[in-house]
């Protein structure tokens, strides 16, 4: 089974967690050895590809439960009213 290729919506998403999120953490962590960047930029890229295959696929989307329409309320039957003739006032 050949696996589906990301979207644009999916490499957008994540390469923008991976950088912002680099960059934040990176100044919060203020730190300089080479160490604790690699980790920093091992955590961004988990991130990043978490974040990029959360992003909904198009096409997938759930099938929608369809619920029985609610009955239509009862209504008395009443004959329609005869229709009187149209009576004219005289002009004053």
Known sequence: MAM???TAAQLAYGS??????TLAMLLLSQTS???GIAVIALAALALGLLVAMTVPL???RPAAVE?????EPLRASVPAPAREPVRE???S
């Open 33 to 35: 050895s080479g160490a």
């Open 67 to 71: 619920q029985p329409a609610p009955p």
């Open 89 to 91: 006032r005289a002009a």
């Open 16 to 21: 923008c967690t991976v950088i912002f999120s």
């Open 4 to 6: 589906p290729r990301p």
């Open 58 to 60: 198009p096409g997938k």
